[in-house]
């Protein structure tokens, strides 16, 4: 089934992601993805289950982490943080990487009462994935030698440094063009976190290979289709989805 989205732009059109790229996500995603059996709780169109904790073991990220701010500043930071990525995406997908990229923003309160709100880069590489969970004093080496892509790569799998090089490059574009840092000020930190760490993330966009896919249970969540349209998408899928624990 395929739905069409018109913008004064163009139109972008709706698939349902089909059996290989299922499977395909099943294997990429560190932990998997199930397919859902009966309608989730507060997510009744979602069709599938993304597995980001399963028996103590957790989906881990890169999170960039700006400054703190008061709650409202956050909040308007969260927003601009989903355009880019949403901008990002599609130059991403032109560089032809291999393997799934999700990044999403977040918000997170500090013990000060503060909140961070930024980045999290969680990145799936087509290879095998490393088995062993890496350990902290492991990502704090990595910055101190000016992050060495070999040892990204023992975090994630192999090409994942590759991957998050290519985002952050087109990333950082659309910061610096799009004066962001003017109003919200610059990153200082990159942390490696599980994702409970982040308290609240947006799980909006994925793209896998050369596709962007929608997460999100319900289509007429995302408004902004029109962007997508001038930038000359005409596909997405859809792949309505939840975060699980099992």
Not at 16 to 38: A, N, S
Not at 86 to 114: P, V
Not at 149 to 171: P, Q, R, T, V
């Amino acid at each position: 089934m395929i739905t069409k989205i018109q913008e004064e732009n163009g139109s972008i059109e709706i698939h349902e992601p089909t059996e290989e790229m299922i499977k395909r996500l099943q294997t990429i995603l560190p932990l998997g993805m199930i397919i859902l059996d009966e309608p989730f709780e507060g997510f009744e169109n979602a069709k599938y289950g993304i597995v980001m904790q399963c028996d103590g073991k957790e989906v881990y990220c890169l999170k960039l982490q700006p400054l703190e701010r008061e709650r409202e500043m956050a909040e308007h930071l969260f927003i601009a943080h989903n355009y880019l990525i949403m901008h990002t995406y599609c130059q991403y997908i032109k560089k032809g990487f291999s393997g799934a990229y999700l990044a999403s923003a977040y918000m997170r309160q500090r013990d000060n009462e503060l909140w961070e709100s930024g980045v999290a880069h969680f990145i799936f590489p087509s290879e095998n994935l490393p088995e062993n969970t890496p350990t902290k004093s492991i990502w704090s080496r990595i910055f101190r030698k000016k992050e060495r892509a070999s040892e990204i790569d023992d975090l994630f799998g192999k090409g994942a440094a590759n991957m998050f090089k290519g985002f952050m490059a087109s990333f950082d574009k659309e910061y610096a063009e799009r004066k962001v840092g003017e109003i919200f000020g610059k990153y200082f930190g990159l942390d490696y976190r599980p994702q409970s760490h982040l308290q609240n993330f947006a799980t909006d966009f994925m793209v896998m290979d050369s596709q962007i896919i929608y997460l999100r249970a319900n289509l007429h969540e995302y408004s902004n289709w029109k962007y997508l349209a001038t930038q000359g998408i005409e596909k997405v899928y859809h792949l309505p989805s939840v975060r699980i624990t099992t």
